[in-house]
């Protein structure tokens, strides 16, 4: 079986900022483009950044709307954490650890993109917890 990928479509209000954030900010690549749309390769996940006139808004908090990855490895969130950081880019949340001593740790991140639209990046101390540990009811902060 060949492996699947996730595929993401969201709201822009321009071309040029978008490949500023997710090209130059969080190491995306590129793809097609043309004047109303932008495929980008977020650790090969396509993401598709679509140009709208509709007014786009703040949201009050990170629920129930945001995207993001699940790094399997420590050191690549870590990585990906310091690549924001030094790129400036904005951080709706700083880095943090939730959940901890409990089955469910984690560290995660929430950037905030120049649409607004907010990306959350965690990594799990123990990988069960990504689609386990269903003992634990805790989704998210309260």
Same mark, same amino acid.
């Given at each position: 079986?060949?492996?699947?990928? /996730?595929?993401?479509?969201?709201? @822009?209000?321009?071309?040029?900022?978008?490949?500023?954030?997710?090209?130059?900010?969080?190491? &995306?690549?590129?793809?097609?483009?043309?004047?109303?749309?932008?495929?980008?390769?977020?650790?090969?996940?396509?993401?598709?950044?679509?140009?709208?006139?509709?007014?786009?808004?703040?949201?009050?908090?990170?629920?129930?709307?945001?995207?993001?990855?699940?790094?399997?490895?420590?050191?690549?969130?870590?990585?990906?954490?310091?690549?924001?950081?030094?790129?400036?880019?904005? /951080?709706?949340?700083?880095?943090?650890?939730?959940?901890?001593?409990?089955?469910?740790?984690? &560290?995660?991140?929430?950037?905030?993109?120049?649409?607004?639209?907010?990306?959350?990046?965690?990594?799990?101390?123990?990988?069960?917890? @990504? /689609?386990?540990?269903?003992? &634990?009811?805790?989704?998210?902060?309260?």
């Amino acid at each position: 079986m060949q492996p699947t990928l /996730f595929h993401l479509a969201f709201p @822009i209000t321009n071309i040029a900022q978008t490949k500023t954030f997710y090209a130059e900010g969080l190491g &995306c690549q590129v793809g097609r483009e043309n004047a109303n749309s932008v495929i980008l390769n977020l650790y090969g996940h396509q993401l598709v950044a679509h140009m709208t006139h509709e007014p786009l808004a703040p949201q009050r908090g990170v629920y129930p709307r945001h995207f993001g990855l699940v790094f399997t490895a420590q050191a690549d969130w870590e990585t990906l954490l310091a690549r924001s950081q030094n790129q400036g880019l904005k /951080f709706y949340q700083p880095p943090k650890q939730r959940f901890i001593d409990s089955p469910l740790e984690h &560290c995660t991140f929430f950037l905030e993109d120049p649409f607004y639209n907010l990306l959350e990046f965690k990594f799990y101390v123990h990988a069960s917890a @990504i /689609f386990g540990e269903k003992s &634990c009811a805790q989704i998210g902060d309260p």
